[in-house]
């Protein structure tokens, strides 16, 4: 049976889509997800994991932790010294978001495979900071820094911003699975909870400083190389970013918020920047997929 054409609005979404798609993920293509595979998964779909990182709000989360690893001198110099983050910023996210959607939704052996990859790159990070301290990318407290600050970014900007409510319960779900994946790359006993997240994050406030190579990455991360029509967009979820960093982090980074920004300013714009992605986007093909099997 002959069908009609399409509509102007669909046209248009999938070609907005397609273009976030290639900014986001390299790709303009829906990334692919097996519904049909017997091999079992690493989380399921009604985990907190998939009820995260299926989210927009990811966006907003990601930066969010790039801004609170620039505080750490170790863990930053790892990045500055070894990272293409300046030369290829959109690959890097590429390969983040890579690593995040199988380790999330892919399948166990999917996942290990990641992981192994991710843990040979992280052994052959190691040198000497600026101020003369070693590091490795390998040293379980450091790990312990990057994994928190993410997974306390992810799941904030997914209260904050999420398409939907998430209760406590699968919030402190989602620490924990998060944890899982830490683990699997050398963090030693990552926290259970949002309350022992806070308080793991919190015993790093002393080793926390503001160094030249902070100012510079900051720099670049408020203005990074990218192609014109993404500048204000990015400009908006970089705003939402700093405002839900803690107080001491805004102000040792020099990022202050104006009083009732946030609430009549930065929160109203990013949410309606954030609902526009997610139309454009469309429902992510793991929660559609889990979705359909509930039905």
Known sequence: MATGPAHPLDDLRERLGRGVRSMLAGSPEQPAFDSTTDEPRRFSPDSGMWAVHTDVAMLVGGLRALLLQTLHPLALAGVTQHSSYRTDPLGRLHRTGAFLGTTT???????????????????????????????????????????????????????????????????????????????????????????????????????????????????????????????????????????????????????????????????????GLLRTIGWVLGEHPAAAAAREAEA
């Open 105 to 271: 939704f892919g399948t166990v052996a999917e996942a290990d495979q990641a992981i192994a990859t991710v843990r040979s790159i992280h052994a052959r990070v190691q040198g000497t900071a600026a101020d003369g301290r070693p590091y490795s990318a390998l040293d379980p407290h450091l790990l312990a820094w990057v994994h928190c600050t993410e997974a306390d970014s992810f799941l904030r900007a997914r209260q904050r911003y999420g398409a939907s409510p998430i209760a406590d319960d699968l919030a402190d779900r989602y620490v924990a699975e998060i944890g899982e994946i830490g683990a699997a790359l050398g963090v030693e006993n990552p926290p259970q909870s949002q309350a022992e997240l806070r308080a793991r994050l919190q015993g790093y406030r002393d080793e926390l400083a503001t160094t030249r190579e902070t100012r510079e990455t900051v720099r670049f991360l408020i203005t990074p190389p990218l192609p014109l029509p993404a500048r204000a967009p990015y400009g908006v979820l970089f705003g939402a970013a700093v405002t839900m960093l803690p107080g001491f982090a805004r102000r040792m980074l020099t990022l202050p918020v104006p009083p009732l920004a946030e609430p009549l300013l930065v929160r109203p714009a990013a949410s």
